[in-house]
């Protein structure tokens, strides 16, 4: 099915006759299609199946065509970046094609289904306003943190989860909760990853969130642990590249219990997310997979 998905994003795509985004998008490949993933688990049947996949899968690729423009990023699903392979204009160009293409097919499903999904966008770019903004100085607000992550990485998933449960006739309030705590999970896990696995697993460079200054929950939380002189060296370190700086990071991450610190926040949220909708097993076995990565 994923297979047939990626082949639906290659049909819209043919459509927009331009050689050059067919290039660009084929060098920018397909990443995990998670939020696929949970749509097929919640609706497995529905003649606009494919389309609504296909959909929100380009709108999460444009989305990440254009953080990559915003965060100078070099690497993206293990390839060079579309902004560093052909520039940023090309980027935040082939971003846009992606958007408009996935909303013209919008709005050809159900509007309810239409307007949840363009509310999702809104607050997707207003989470990534909010990233930015808060990416000028290093802040250990973990209240902040989560606010900034639902808008930026739960909204596309409870917009996936809850229009896929419209597709499928169920009630979608369960499929939003689940979509809103399995996103902040899930985002949180990402953050996580970013602080403990090496460049091969991630696809991009290790650490690279403190770097493009980000403050994610392991940092928030190893500062709110620090006595005052090595707060001030943790703030230090941010958007820091130097190699000494952020080995001092991950040694203060071993020495306080960091990493289990946070995988009992994801935990926590994992727990009301899969309680949300305890008994639609399909649905519950991909979403302890999906979070069940490496640590
Ligand atoms: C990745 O964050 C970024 C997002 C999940 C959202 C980006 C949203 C926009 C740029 C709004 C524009 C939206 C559209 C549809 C055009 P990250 O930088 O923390 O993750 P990364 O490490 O994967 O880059
Ligand atoms: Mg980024």
């Known amino acids: 099915m994923l297979g047939q998905i990626v082949q639906r994003i290659e049909q819209f795509l043919a459509q927009v006759q331009s050689a050059d985004v067919e290039r660009m998008a084929d060098s920018l490949g397909q990443g995990k299609m998670l939020r696929s993933k949970l749509i097929l688990a919640i609706c497995p049947e529905h003649p606009q199946l494919l389309d609504f996949c296909a959909i929100i899968e380009m709108i999460q690729s444009a989305s990440?065509?254009?953080?990559?423009?915003?965060?100078?990023?070099?690497?993206?699903?293990?390839?060079?970046?579309?902004?560093?392979?052909?520039?940023?204009?090309?980027?935040?160009?082939?971003?846009?094609?992606?958007?408009?293409?996935?909303?013209?097919?919008?709005?050809?499903?159900?509007?309810?289904?239409?307007?949840?999904?363009?509310?999702?966008?809104?607050?997707?770019?207003?989470?990534?306003?909010?990233?930015?903004?808060?990416?000028?100085?290093?802040?250990?607000?973990?209240?902040?943190?989560?606010?900034?992550?639902?808008?930026?990485?739960?909204?596309?998933?409870?917009?996936?989860?809850?229009?896929?449960?419209?597709?499928?006739?169920?009630?979608?309030?369960?499929?939003?909760?689940?979509?809103?705590?399995?996103?902040?999970?899930?985002?949180?896990?990402?953050?996580?990853?970013?602080?403990?696995?090496?460049?091969?697993?991630?696809?991009?460079?290790?650490?690279?969130?403190?770097?493009?200054?980000?403050?994610?929950?392991?940092?928030?939380?190893?500062?709110?642990?620090?006595?005052?002189?090595?707060q001030e060296r943790l703030q230090a370190c941010f958007k820091n590249t130097d190699e000494q700086a952020l080995a001092w990071c991950v040694a203060q991450f071993q020495t306080h219990g960091i990493v289990e610190q946070t995988l009992e926040y994801i935990r926590h949220y994992a727990h009301i997310a899969l309680q949300a909708i305890k008994g639609h097993s399909a649905l519950e076995k991909v979403a302890s997979s999906l979070i069940e990565r490496e640590f």
Do not use: W
């Open 64 to 230: 990440l065509l254009h953080d990559d423009v915003i965060d100078n990023a070099h690497t993206r699903r293990a390839h060079a970046s579309i902004n560093h392979a052909f520039g940023n204009q090309n980027a935040i160009m082939l971003g846009d094609v992606f958007y408009a293409k996935a909303f013209l097919e919008l709005t050809k499903l159900d509007t309810k289904i239409a307007q949840l999904v363009a509310h999702s966008v809104m607050e997707l770019s207003r989470g990534e306003i909010k990233d930015v903004m808060a990416s000028h100085a290093f802040h250990a607000d973990t209240a902040r943190y989560v606010d900034i992550i639902q808008d930026k990485s739960a909204s596309l998933i409870i917009a996936s989860c809850a229009g896929a449960a419209m597709l499928a006739r169920l009630d979608p309030q369960a499929y939003r909760v689940f979509g809103l705590n399995f996103g902040i999970a899930f985002q949180i896990m990402d953050d996580l990853l970013d602080i403990t696995q090496p460049k091969e697993v991630l696809g991009k460079p290790a650490l690279s969130d403190f770097k493009e200054g980000k403050s994610t929950l392991p940092y928030i939380l190893l500062y709110q642990q620090l006595d005052p002189p090595n």
